[in-house]
């Protein structure tokens, strides 16, 4: 759990990458509900299980400031194909997963197909979906 | 440990066979041996609604007027998986309401994540004190295991169900209707918060979580409102289940039964290492990094009684077990109904010496569940109260007790074979002068009428037996811990 998350958020702290130069075949859009309207939402979205669960570079991340209880991500022209998503809501907006101190996370996080982990996080085989076209699903980020 | 390291392969052994499933093999122990008090481990299926309690003996004592609150597990079996071990089930708590002559009761189980999830799949995947891992089980913090199973706490008006690896639990004291996990504070969210919290006779509530070789120590006021907390660092990562408290001092008892690995079920991951014997750490109230470390010879152990401090030395009641061999295999044979074959636990005190020394009487006293007034929490007293017959097949107890430490004399009421009885509350009467002007208030498990009852004893006349007794029109299995709320 604890290295997850120490990966999760070294990844999701990065910049934005820029969007690879590809087919567009397909949008992916999340739509996320959360407790509180305050801080902002880290996205990272994987198109393989190696990167996924490997703790590797990620497709595509966004942020997003929430300002309402239901926040909108979209990630435009990705090719067909599998993806996973995993997401965290940045209660304090520090751009970091918060923790207590035993090195639990005390701020929401969510993966996609609201797959939940086993004391760790929610693997591919529970959080890939497949994308043949756009693509929504509305994830719970509330605590 | 050679038995308790012995049943552990033979439960790997086991799990390893594909045919032989383990549950197949502990459905034919079960039935090779069903004791007379496997009802104490038995399976509630749904919430009890509330229901008057018939007086069967005596006459209902005068001003006697409260609630007595209980939890303790009550659900370990599904179809597709149970547990594996008496603290796993789920927490069902009971209120039993004294008004006047008569006695409601009424029970409901904890609504926890872990037992949504559970009903829902048909199966105990949690992992927990003695249940192994399921890969179906959806685990993203510790609550989401959380079976707020062990005891309960007033915190101002709201009831709250405690386990010790996660949050509290708030319920409404009147409806028992859960209303969610207590974070105290947000950066503390998902700390543990242990089952047994020390509260000062003005109310304010201390308590610890344990996290391997650190503790946070909590300290809410008399509301359960957050005041402070802070992690301190512990001599080494001991299991500790209970602490005590005098009132400057913390006394936090660090047996040596040992976190020295981090797997589940929580208790495959300790070691009894006797050879290391028990440290006592204590700390100030007012200065947590004001600590002094005590050192004693080897016991296993749950249960503290409160503390109190003659001149600058500090005593205690406790509990004393030989080892930690019921946590780590007892408790998963009485859930599967398995007869045991361990030493019951027996009263003892320990005395911290101003000059650093410590002092262990041991007493031929069969005991568990220490329990006083609460009043005189942390303060100098005579009495415990605590269960009593406890003996090598049965860890339940069928009597309840009164030690005095002022004459070392111990009194004690047997409810005899039939009865498995629970920990029982000091109640003190209206305007009470001293401190055996009290009755002793918690149920039994009558397994003859298989029914539950409520008993009402009289500390200065224990061994007359209960002043008054209700039976329930339902069986309820053998809890933990309560609270009176007067
Ligand atoms: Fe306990």
Redesign the pocket.
């Known amino acids: 759990m604890k290295a997850f998350l120490a990966a999760a958020a070294a990844v999701l702290a990065l910049a934005a990458t820029p969007a690879l130069a590809q087919d567009s075949t397909a949008d992916i859009t999340f739509t996320f509900e959360t407790g509180q309207p305050s801080g902002q939402i880290m996205v990272a979205l994987y198109d393989s299980q190696s990167a996924y669960d490997g703790g590797g570079r990620p497709v595509r991340v966004e942020r997003v400031s929430v300002t309402a209880t239901s926040s909108v991500v979209d990630f435009a022209d990705l090719p067909a194909g599998d993806y996973a998503m995993r997401a965290f809501h940045d209660l304090n907006g520090d751009g970091e997963m918060s923790r207590n101190p035993f090195g639990m996370p005390t701020e929401p996080f969510a993966f996609s197909n609201n797959a939940r982990g086993n004391m760790g996080p929610a693997g591919w085989d529970r959080a890939h979906f497949t994308v043949a076209g756009d693509t929504a699903q509305t994830i719970n980020l509330a605590q | 440990m050679i038995p308790s390291r012995r049943s552990f392969l033979m439960g790997a052994a086991v799990l390893s066979a594909t045919v032989i499933t383990p549950d197949l093999v502990r459905a034919a122990q079960a039935a090779a041996a069903t004791p007379n008090w496997a009802l104490a481990t038995g399976d509630i299926e749904a919430d009890i609604a509330p229901r008057a309690m018939r007086l069967v003996e005596g006459r209902p004592p005068v001003g006697l007027e409260g609630v007595l609150y209980r939890n303790g597990p009550a659900k370990f079996r599904r179809p597709g998986r149970s547990a594996r071990h008496w603290f796993d089930g789920d927490g069902l708590v009971r209120r039993f309401s004294v008004s006047g002559d008569s006695v409601e009761l009424a029970a409901r189980f904890v609504d926890t994540r872990k037992r949504r999830q559970e009903e829902r799949l048909g199966a105990m995947v949690m992992p927990g004190f003695g249940t192994p891992p399921d890969p179906r089980a959806e685990i993203g913090s510790p609550d989401d295991a959380n079976a707020a199973n062990?005891?309960v706490l007033m915190a101002g008006d709201r009831l709250w169900a405690l386990w010790e690896g996660g949050s509290p639990v708030a319920m409404d004291p009147q409806t028992l209707e859960t209303e969610g996990y207590v974070t105290l504070r947000s950066d503390l969210r998902s700390m543990p918060f242990l089952?047994?919290p020390r509260v000062e006779p003005n109310g304010r509530i201390w308590n610890l979580g344990m996290g391997g070789g650190q503790a946070i120590v909590w300290r809410l006021s008399a509301d359960g409102t957050f005041e402070d907390a802070s992690v301190i660092d512990l001599p080494r990562a001991s299991y500790v289940?209970?602490f005590t408290a005098t009132t400057r001092h913390l006394v936090i008892v660090l047996q040596p039964w040992v976190r020295e690995r981090q797997t589940m079920p929580f208790a495959d991951g300790f070691a009894w290492r006797p050879e290391t014997g028990t440290q006592i750490l204590v700390v100030d109230k007012d200065d947590l990094t004001r600590r002094r470390l005590f050192e004693t010879e080897a016991f296993g152990f749950?249960?503290l009684g409160d503390a109190w401090t003659v001149g600058d030395d500090i005593l205690f009641d406790l509990a004393l077990h030989r080892d930690m061999d019921f946590a780590a295999r007892g408790a998963s044979e009485v859930v599967e109904g398995v007869p045991l074959d361990g030493e019951p636990a027996h009263l003892g005190l320990i005395r911290l010496k101003a000059d650093g020394t410590t002092e262990l009487t041991r007493l031929p006293v069969v005991a568990e569940?220490p329990r006083s007034d609460p009043e005189r929490a942390g303060l100098s007293r005579r009495l415990s109260v605590h269960t009593t017959g406890e003996n090598r097949e049965t860890p339940f107890a069928r009597a309840i007790g009164v030690t005095d430490w002022g004459s070392g004399q111990t009194r004690a009421f047997d409810f005899g074979a039939d009865h498995v009885v629970d920990e029982m509350i000091y109640v003190a009467k209206p305007r009470a002068q001293t401190e055996a002007d009290a009755w002793l208030v918690g149920p039994s498990l009558n397994l003859a009428e298989r029914a539950t009852e409520l008993h009402v004893l009289d500390v200065a006349r224990i061994e007359d037996g209960p002043v008054a007794t209700w039976r329930a029109d339902v069986a309820l299995p053998a809890a933990?811990?309560g609270v009176w709320a007067g």
């Open positions: 062990t005891s089952a047994h289940h209970d749950f249960h569940f933990f811990h």
